[in-house]
């Protein structure tokens, strides 16, 4: 692991869900870039103090060395976001598999530098999108891949917050580095969960979003990323989006919700109700499935875990998606897992929000790469 010492919080997150299925073990990692820390974060992971590193370099560069029965073979990356590109490309020199924390990295012009290095590497990539591994996402997306919904005509998707409606940045250390261009890239609150609403929507419906337009703004006085957007969608084939994200909506907490209208049905879920997914047929009346029930399919099964009605979480998506994408490289098969093509798309819309922003709300087209989620 590299990133997740001791202030930190997503790191805690990836290392429970890693633990969930008994497929992976925590073995080094580069925990800071202060080194002191570093060592006292592997030390309450109870790693021997020669795999603490100092910095990622030295850990890829030791690791590396060691026989194949000792050394690391995946590389988890948690930092910051503008260390996501350098880690990565380190790892993937040595010859190690690579599990990042989005975005991909800082600039669409790094995820393409990115994308090349996977290619010839022949290592597998994923990107930590955790919300598309919950059971009833995988329901509704099959739903729709099967045409349940008939032709969709309108996807509308929002993840509002409310923790950055105050300057907290001044004490949070968490809230200081997505507020700064120098480590998170060009965008805060489209960077940091729009691009989990975007992903989602194209995962979910099966469609490509072909160009938006957006506006992004700094609600809280003083800020130089945007905390508050809003961007509208045009997807291959018709259908129209709204996607909004914002982490000024004071009282919120994770509130992620995604609404897919079809010719003949439409599809709601949301994050903080994970277990359920209501479908509303046009002509007949609306039908709550769960997790579990009798109704649902192989798909949603296969990432449940426990005996319906008990509550299953974030948690239990990120851990589907340590346990899947495991099993991708014993296999080296794709599995439902996002990977490079994801990452690409992730940063466009990043880039192409903070383009239509700036200038005033234009049209912005996002390019093409390879129709694949791998």
Known sequence: ??????????????????????????????????????????????????RCYEDFTSMMASEATLPADRRMQCVVIVTPNRMHWP????????????????????TLEECRELAAAVKSSGLQYGLTHPYTAYPMIREARARIARGELGTVRKVLVEYTQ??????????????????????????????DIGVHAFNLAEFVSGLTVRELCAELRSVVSGRRLDDDGSALLRFDGGAGGVLVASQVCAGDENNLRLRIYGEKASLDWQQMEPNSLWLRPLDA??????????????????????????????????????????????????????????????????????????????????????????
């Open 1 to 50: 692991m590299v990133g997740g010492g001791e202030g930190a919080f997503i790191g805690a997150v990836h290392r429970m869900a890693a633990r969930l299925d008994d497929s992976w073990e925590l073995v080094c990692g580069a925990f800071s870039r202060d080194a002191e820390n570093s060592r006292r974060s592997g030390a309450v992971l109870h790693l021997p103090p020669e």
């Open 87 to 106: 880690v990565a490309h380190a790892a993937l020199a040595q010859g190690f598999h690579v599990l990042s924390d989005k975005p991909a990295t800082a």
């Open 162 to 191: 409310g923790w950055l409606a105050t300057p907290v940045e001044m004490e949070n250390s968490q809230a200081a580095w997505r507020l700064d261009p120098a480590q998170a890239g060009a965008s805060c609150c489209m960077g």
């Open 285 to 374: 009346p609306a039908q709550l499935l769960r997790t579990g029930v009798a109704g649902t399919g192989a798909e949603s099964a296969a990432s449940q875990r426990i005996p319906a009605g008990h509550p299953e979480g974030y948690i239990e998506a990120f851990a589907n998606l340590y346990r899947e994408f495991a099993a991708q490289i014993h296999s080296g098969k794709a599995s439902a897992v996002p990977g490079i093509t994801a990452a690409l798309r992730g940063m466009a819309f990043v880039e192409a929000a903070v383009a239509s922003s700036a200038a005033g709300g234009q049209w912005r087209a996002l390019p093409r790469f390879e129709s694949t989620w791998r």
